[in-house]
């Protein structure tokens, strides 16, 4: 049974032609890039070219790209950074539906004494600006929100964030997560102090992500060490990984630059459009908004997500009821709860997300067997 894999907002698969740039940084080139020898220079030159990859895929310029181990750094780094430099303002403005990367840090903030106001989204799953824009005053350091949500795909309206910051003199840091890779970005139009994105997330390996610094002033590193990373980032560089994130943002510059994602989301209606004419009581979460093309949160009435997610995975489709870091839990989506669902609606809920790997006839495919796993539960569950 070949495995149908629709879980890409958890991973993805690493794209073999960055595994084949990256092997030889195992074996062959495996220098220290602050070395001054010939095994040293290589592995910088490896260094900068990585670098200046990940740059073209946000439009930014090279020396402002640091590579970190992932967003969860990257996002931690940002927001220190930013507080850093705040001097008496203690208000960090963020959203009820940003991922665990963001909310676990800004409780801890808050526990430290900061006021952390977080802003509500309509039943779609946008923003509420009319709350941003009240709390994003002069007492706020930092706006703090994702491009797009990891759980239903929404897309955030960023330039009403960035005037707000603008007006305010607050700084904004953006988790790109889910967005790098899937749409168009431009971290000079976003008005991002500070952007995260996590090399995992776009066909790059796990364990390497980087950081967007429009600003060395007053900027303290988070891990101090070497003075690696033009001392924003201590200690010796992941030289194979980087080599691979570079390699999968150049293919996903070419990709959204090109017919990627609106086949993509195309592909995902289509999706959408066979599971609503087969099933009732369906509903979709955020399809009345902007989203990223590759991603759909359902849920059926009557029918639990996980139970539903666990009979696609008998029959060799991989999809999630949520975000992979907390699934564990056991708890209701924080994000569905704050687009107002009950805790049991949104325990019901299931998510599919896509990748550019993704072949129409696999999501035909899945298709057929949702439907079958609904109607196989829903007879289980019949009196």
């Not at 750094?73 to 403005?93: D, F, H, P, Q, Y």
């Not at 010796?236 to 630059?257: C, M, Q, S």
Request: net charge negative; proline share 4%.
């Amino acid at each position: 049974m070949a495995t149908i894999y629709l879980d890409n907002n958890a991973t993805t698969a690493v794209d073999p032609r960055a595994v084949e740039a990256m092997l030889p940084y195992f074996t062959e080139q495996y220098g220290n890039p602050s070395s001054l020898h010939g095994l040293g220079e290589s592995a910088a030159q490896a260094l900068a070219q990585a670098r200046a990859q990940v740059a073209r895929l946000l439009n930014a310029p090279a020396r402002r790209i640091v590579f970190t181990s992932g967003a969860t750094e990257s996002n931690l780094t940002a927001l220190r950074a930013a507080l850093a430099g705040a001097k008496e303002r203690r208000r960090i403005v963020t959203s009820a539906v940003e991922h665990a990367a963001v909310l676990e840090p800004t409780a801890r903030l808050e526990r430290e004494g900061f006021e952390v106001v977080r802003v509500g989204v309509d039943g779609d799953g946008r923003l509420r600006l009319d709350e941003l824009e009240r709390a994003v005053d002069e007492r706020c350091a930092l706006v703090s929100v994702m491009w797009a949500n990891n759980e239903t795909g929404v897309v955030h309206e960023l330039a009403a964030v960035r005037a707000a910051c603008q007006r305010s003199g607050a700084k904004l840091h953006i988790d790109a997560v889910q967005a790098v890779g899937r749409l168009p970005l431009d971290v000079a139009s976003s008005g991002a102090d500070y952007l995260a994105l996590s090399g995992h997330k776009f066909h790059a390996p796990k364990g390497v992500g980087a950081l967007y610094v429009r600003d060395d002033e007053r900027f303290e590193a988070l891990l101090a060490g070497g003075g690696q990373e033009h001392e924003r980032r201590g200690g010796t560089e992941n030289i194979p990984g980087i080599v691979g994130l570079g390699a999968a943002a150049k293919l996903a510059r070419a990709w959204v630059d090109g017919p990627g994602p609106r086949e993509l989301g195309e592909l995902r209606d289509s999706f959408e459009d066979e599971l609503s004419e087969r099933l009732e009581g369906l509903e979709f979460h955020g399809r009345a908004s902007a989203r990223v093309p590759n991603t759909s949160n359902f849920r059926v009435e009557g029918v639990s997500g996980e139970a539903l997610t666990q009979w696609l995975a008998a029959e060799g489709v991989c999809v999630s009821t949520g975000a992979a870091c907390s699934a564990s839990r056991h708890k209701p989506s924080h994000v569905l709860l704050a687009l107002g669902l009950t805790p049991a609606q949104a325990s019901g809920s299931v998510r599919v997300s896509l990748s550019r790997f993704t072949a129409p006839a696999e999501l035909e495919r899945a298709a057929e067997l949702v439907v079958s796993g609904v109607e196989r539960l829903r007879a289980l569950a019949a009196p």
